[in-house]
């Protein structure tokens, strides 16, 4: 059944185009450093906010008016899956990404949600045969169901524990039926609203353990997709041990999993753990550690995630140069973990939303692509550390300095002199790239 058919196909039409369903800049044939945008730029349509939300907050019943949503049940399960691969087709996405309870609901019983799985799981494969839009990943929910209210893998319950590590089991096992690329382990609940009540260091070797079975299991089904862990600080849960890469990171190298795991980062996360899009990406990236990303921006008033589309060009020149610079995303991809606007309910706004989005990253990949072509970031950085080229600074890089010999030389100074950050200037030389970047 067509659900979208008073939608046509959306195509490249170019900057000067006025037809609101199409692309102006993300032309998925165009090459941008010798691949084309469509291969470097890998979008994926979260299955979650564009099928199952219904647009509810804390303080209103849900706006959205979605044709499949005459349906309840498994029927409707079903009905969101022939919706979907319609969208993917006129979108002309490679890729989509869901939790388990995204595309089938949740039996009385594990085993019946496991039997509803399998027969969407069945209905999918089916449908992707003859379709070009792939699984980037898929994950379960271990959060929402009211018995994660004290966490998954770091519930103080072991029956949860158990239930949680059977999702997971059954998520690795679709994820490879339908050839996932990656999978996500994202936190959802592990975490802590209080220490006056919580073993820390109990739920941390829990959730390591729980880890490495995951791990283990992949290898004994020989699952091969690349194992993501997506960060965040806070939501539900007061302080989440997943807060930021950096926190991340710490967790994988004492649970000897970093050699198992990268980042799945969002943006809207970053912000609310006080940091930038982009500076998670680059500690990701000098890590190795980067994988793919949930393309969003969070709202600059509110401190909550938001999940809007991406349409900060700023935001996007800068994590593109991160992805750019970390020679693209590997098996990732740019996976648009991002939600319409309450007000914006209609099924047309999905493609509106997409296609701002597609759009903004695609100004993002030229302009990086441009500034990386011309070496303005890396000739500034290279200038500024230039005091590390040569005399002591070159035997400190080369660790043949001791505090004896920094010493030595600091006694020698008659004056240190430091040079201007002119940090206003690479900002206005960005701007210069953005604004030029199509004049032509």
Known sequence: MAYLKEMNKITYEGPKSTNPLAFKFYNPDEKVGGKTMEEILRFGVAYWHTFTEDLTDPFGAGTAIRPWDTYKGMDLAKARVEAAFEFFEKLNVPYFCFHDVDIAPEGDTLAESNRNLDTIVAMIKEYMKDSKTKLLWNTVNNFTHPRFVHGAGSSNNADVFAYAAAKVKKGLEIGKELGAENYVFWGGREGYETLLNTDMKLELDNLGR????????????????QFLIEPKPKEPTSHQYDFDVASGYAFLQ??????????????????????????????????????????????PLLGWDTDEFPTDLY???????????????????LNFDAKVRRGSFVPE????????GMDSFAVGLKVAQRLIDDKVLENVVEDRYSSYKEGIGRDIVEGKADFHKLE????????????????????AIINQYLLTAFAE
């Open 210 to 225: 729980f880890f490495h079975m995951a791990v283990d299991y992949a290898k004994e089904i020989a699952f091969e997709a």
């Open 254 to 299: 004492n649970y000897d999993l970093q050699d198992h795991f990268k980042f799945n980062i969002e943006a809207n996360h970053a912000t609310l753990a006080g940091h930038t899009f982009e500076h998670e990406l680059h500690y990701a990236r000098i890590h190795n550690m980067l994988g793919s990303v949930d393309a969003n921006q969070g709202h």
């Open 315 to 333: 935001s996007t020149t800068l994590a593109m140069y991160e992805i750019l610079k970390n020679g693209g995303l590997g098996r990732g991809g």
């Open 349 to 356: 706004d999905l493609f509106h939303a997409h296609i701002a």
């Open 408 to 427: 030595e030389h600091a006694l020698g100074l008659k004056e240190i002199r430091n040079e201007s950050g002119k940090l206003e200037r690479i900002k």
